[in-house]
């Protein structure tokens, strides 16, 4: 068996290394148009900020998978779904080939997004998505004081507080109302924005970039109504799914945009998989398609179309979207639905927020965290949660097994746990969260 893996990223690895371990004849190649293999495009931000030392430390070496031909510098231009083949370009020798498949994963990625407006091409303009990103900022902050970001999601939020941490004037830009939209309801996400603020980034909301200024660098970025000068602006506004590779070939997309997909990760063509940020996901909950561009499921997605790829029969359920971030310093998670969300697709949900410390009071080094839990009214089966505060992942965590196992607010409210005045409280934040929910009907 011929198996051919376009991309190698988190997906495109976890698929190669998954069909060698469960089909140990295969033929597998792996085709990667950089010339280095994997890297940790999370991590950019903390290269910014400088806790991670270096952005080499982000590049893993090509790993070394028996029985796998990784080809690094080289692209995929073409599939041509009759001859079931692969058009490829070296980068380097300018080299073109044909390489045969009798099964196909499609891990192509996305790229960001860069908004069509005036002054999006001016210098010191910038994404964080490569480590070339990474290069060009780090070699812009000796000579810039001040700093905007556009877009408040994860990336934009890390990103705003890394150049902080270097001693800009930072702004931070979001259209919707409120930071970390989608993951966060309006009243936690207020509680990030004034954790930003406090760590002194301006955070504005409800308004969109009209404008770059500048003669050949941008000087200025243009808002309604204000006009902020700066030395450097980050474009943090999301990313775009990579799927010209599939559309050319016929692939079918679906309403995400993304490359469609069944339970099996096939697309439209049996023979084709497509797995990570350029394919289709189904959320857990409303069983609606969604896009979910992480780490994570790229990596699940990786294992499942591994399997199937090289003759198995697995199938990949669904995601919850974990989701976890920081902000100021602060740690910010969510898993599954938002009450908003929840609203939008037509679920009638009750939700109940509480503030608990993560240790006894008396004990050196309690913190608080801020818990947020929704659920159906009828029934109240658990439908996602907000968490701010130390552990705020470890919670999302626990309540993205909770959701996948359909528990009421009830039942998870007499789960066990432990507990030790170093650690823990006598009575878990989620357990607090989780009895103030029964309240609510």
């Given at each position: 068996m011929r198996i051919v893996i376009v991309g190698f990223q988190s997906a495109g690895l976890t698929a190669a290394a998954t069909a060698r371990l469960y089909n140990r004849e295969a033929k597998i190649t792996v085709i990667e148009r950089r010339s280095y293999a994997t890297y940790h495009p999370c991590g950019l931000p903390f290269v910014i900020g400088g806790e991670v030392p270096e952005l080499r430390d982000l590049v893993e070496t090509a790993p070394r998978l028996q029985g796998i031909d990784v080809r690094l510098g080289v692209e995929a231009k073409a599939i041509n779904v009759k001859e079931k083949t692969v058009e490829v370009l070296d980068l380097k020798t300018l080299q073109v080939e044909k390489i045969p498949y009798d099964k196909l994963i499609l891990a192509t990625g996305s790229v960001a997004l860069r908004p069509p407006i005036p002054g999006i091409?001016?210098?010191?303009?910038?994404?964080?998505?490569?480590?070339?990103?990474?290069?060009?900022?780090?070699?812009?902050?000796p000579n810039s004081r001040k700093a905007v970001v556009v877009g408040a999601g994860p990336i934009g939020v890390e990103t705003a507080s890394a150049l902080k941490?270097?001693?800009?004037?930072?702004?931070?830009?979001?259209?919707?109302?409120?930071?970390?939209?989608?993951?966060?309801?309006?009243?936690?996400?207020?509680?990030?924005?004034?954790?930003?603020?406090?760590?002194?980034?301006r955070v504005i909301c409800s308004k969109a970039v009209k404008e770059l200024r500048g003669v050949e660098r941008v000087s200025s970025v243009v808002l309604e109504g204000e006009e902020?000068?700066?030395?450097?602006?980050?474009m943090a506004i999301g990313v775009k799914p990579d799927v010209e590779l599939a559309v050319r070939a016929g692939l079918a997309l679906g309403p995400t945009?993304?490359?469609?997909?069944?339970?099996?990760?096939?697309?439209s063509?049996?023979?084709?998989?497509?797995?990570?940020?350029?394919?289709?996901?189904?959320?857990?909950i409303t069983k609606r398609p969604v896009r979910s561009q992480l780490a994570t499921t790229?990596?699940?997605?990786?294992?499942?179309?591994?399997?199937?790829?090289?003759?198995?029969?697995?199938?990949?359920?669904?995601?919850?979207?974990?989701?976890?971030?920081?902000?100021?310093?602060?740690?910010?998670?969510?898993?599954?639905?938002t009450a908003t969300v929840a609203g939008e697709a037509g679920i009638e949900a009750v939700s109940a927020r509480v503030r608990c410390l993560n240790k006894p009071h008396y004990f050196p080094g309690a913190e608080p965290v801020m818990i947020k839990l929704v659920a159906e009214r009828k029934g109240q089966r658990l439908l996602g949660g907000q968490?701010?505060?130390?552990?705020?992942?470890?919670?999302a965590n626990r309540l993205a097994l909770a959701i996948r196992?359909?528990?009421?607010?009830?039942?998870?409210?007499?789960?066990?746990?432990?507990?030790?005045?170093?650690?823990?409280?006598?009575?878990?934040?989620?357990?607090?969260?989780a009895e103030a929910l029964l309240r609510r009907r």
């Open positions: 091409n001016l210098g010191n303009v910038f994404s964080l998505r490569t480590i070339e990103d990474g290069e060009k900022i780090l070699s812009a902050l941490e270097r001693g800009l004037d930072v702004v931070l830009i979001e259209m919707m109302p409120n930071v970390l939209p989608g993951m966060l309801d309006p009243d936690m996400a207020g509680i990030v924005a004034e954790r930003l603020v406090k760590s002194g980034v902020i000068p700066t030395d450097l602006v980050v945009k993304t490359i469609a997909v069944d339970d099996h990760l096939r697309t063509n049996p023979d084709i998989f497509a797995i990570g940020d350029c394919a289709e996901a189904r959320c857990l790229a990596i699940r997605m990786g294992r499942v179309a591994g399997i199937n790829a090289a003759g198995g029969d697995e199938i990949f359920d669904g995601v919850l979207n974990a989701v976890v971030t920081i902000a100021g310093g602060l740690e910010v998670a969510s898993v599954g639905l968490f701010l505060g130390t552990g705020a992942a470890e919670r196992k359909e528990m009421t607010a009830k039942e998870f409210s007499k789960v066990d746990y432990c507990y030790a005045p170093p650690v823990s409280d006598s009575i878990d934040p989620m357990v607090v969260a």
